[in-house]
């Protein structure tokens, strides 16, 4: 038999083999849960359920559960919200300029109640606090002439919530699409105009 015949011979049992291992991998990986599964990633199309390796993050009950793992340790916590989400913008869009691409869907979940623990391999410590959830989509184009935006989120001591965004123009002005959300402790959030809001850098 040819060299090149032996060589083709062993290139096809080669792929083979390492089709047969893949095959016999992927059948073990479905056995294992999908935060358990070092370098792998997962998301759920039904539901808020994401893992990143040791990083996870789930929606059950009207609750979320936060995982991650760092150097000072791992970290665990439960967040409930305290309020409704809320809606920027008008009808749902939070525009950042005239354009057709100029804009981003936007809501928030003002203030979450956060207890949890810190376990750093030695000593587990408890946690509580209060959280911020947002989540901004679409395009979000700036428009031109802009040079970047400013972003606050604010929880007062009363109880009441406030995001301010400045679309910042070059030479540092604010242009007509800033904007902001006021949330009173109880009762309907409210619009912003940045026309009442008077911003200073302290530095």
Same mark, same amino acid.
């Given at each position: 038999?040819?060299? !090149?015949?032996?060589?083709? $011979?062993?290139?096809?049992?080669?792929?083979?083999?390492? !089709?047969?291992?893949?095959?016999?991998?992927?059948?073990?990986?479905?056995?294992?849960?999908?935060?358990?599964?070092?370098?792998?990633?997962?998301?759920?199309?039904?539901?808020? +359920?994401?893992?990143?390796?040791? @990083?996870?993050?789930?929606?059950? &009950?009207?609750?979320?559960?936060? /995982?991650? !793992?760092?150097? $000072?340790?791992?970290?665990?916590?439960?967040?409930?919200?305290?309020?409704?989400?809320?809606?920027?913008?008008?009808?749902?869009?939070?525009? *950042?300029?005239?354009?057709? +691409? +100029?804009?981003? /869907?936007?809501?928030?979940?003002?203030?979450? +109640?956060?207890? &949890?623990?810190?376990?750093?391999?030695?000593?587990? *410590?408890?946690?509580?606090?209060?959280?911020?959830?947002?989540?901004? @989509?679409?395009?979000?184009?700036?428009?031109? &002439?802009?040079?970047? @935006?400013? @972003?606050?989120?604010?929880?007062?001591?009363?109880? !009441?919530?406030?995001?301010?965004? /400045?679309?910042?123009?070059?030479?540092?002005?604010?242009?007509?699409?800033?904007?902001?959300?006021?949330?009173?402790?109880?009762?309907?959030?409210?619009?912003?105009?940045?026309?009442?809001?008077?911003?200073?850098?302290?530095?």
């Amino acid at each position: 038999m040819q060299s !090149s015949h032996i060589m083709v $011979i062993m290139i096809v049992l080669i792929v083979m083999i390492a !089709s047969v291992l893949i095959s016999l991998l992927f059948e073990r990986m479905r056995d294992i849960p999908a935060d358990a599964r070092p370098g792998v990633a997962s998301a759920s199309r039904d539901q808020l +359920e994401v893992v990143n390796e040791d @990083w996870s993050a789930r929606a059950t &009950g009207g609750r979320h559960s936060l /995982r991650a !793992s760092g150097r $000072i340790g791992r970290v665990e916590l439960t967040l409930r919200a305290v309020k409704p989400p809320v809606v920027h913008g008008e009808g749902g869009i939070s525009r *950042k300029g005239p354009g057709p +691409e +100029e804009y981003s /869907r936007y809501v928030s979940l003002t203030r979450l +109640e956060a207890t &949890g623990t810190l376990h750093d391999g030695k000593t587990v *410590k408890t946690l509580s606090g209060a959280a911020w959830f947002d989540h901004e @989509w679409g395009p979000g184009v700036l428009p031109a &002439g802009a040079a970047g @935006w400013d @972003w606050f989120a604010l929880q007062l001591t009363d109880g !009441s919530e406030l995001m301010l965004y /400045r679309v910042r123009a070059v030479d540092g002005s604010a242009t007509p699409y800033s904007s902001g959300t006021f949330v009173p402790r109880d009762g309907a959030p409210a619009r912003v105009s940045w026309r009442d809001v008077r911003l200073e850098a302290a530095r």
